[in-house]
């Protein structure tokens, strides 16, 4: 269903999906291709590579209007979906079982996000 809904997206190399502190209309899905998240945390070098076709990039998009935290560019040609917040609402109001699903992962993905800004803040 949100296939249907969904906005194709290419990016050449070195191309920007969107940057640190840009708001978003929806979430990533990538098709193909290798992207580059930088991290806006201070202390925090590591750029991570995001190459697994399906993997979400952005979720927190999908339910609220949220400041992107980190800055995500294409290292090769990238296709991807992009699945507006509107579509994946009533998605939800049609199937709670994924609305359960999606806030678990929601909530997995701030514990992992907390825990670096912890090791980071160890640092110092």
């Known amino acids: 269903m949100l296939a249907f809904a969904s906005e194709r997206v290419v990016l050449e190399p070195d191309k920007v999906l969107f940057r640190v502190g840009d708001v978003t209309e929806g979430a990533y899905v990538l098709i193909s291709g290798t992207l580059i998240s930088t991290p806006a945390t201070s ?46 609402a009533k998605l939800l109001e049609q199937f709670p079982e994924i609305a359960s699903r ?23």
């Open 102 to 124: 999606t806030a678990a992962k929601i909530r997995n993905d701030l514990g992992t996000y907390v825990s670096r800004i912890e090791r980071v803040k160890g640092k110092f």
């Open 43 to 88: 202390g925090v070098d590591e750029a991570i590579e995001i190459s697994l076709p399906g993997t979400v990039i952005g979720e927190l998009a999908l339910i609220a209007k949220h400041p992107r935290r980190a800055t995500v560019k294409a290292k090769t040609p990238v296709e991807l979906l992009m699945v507006p917040r509107t579509s994946f």
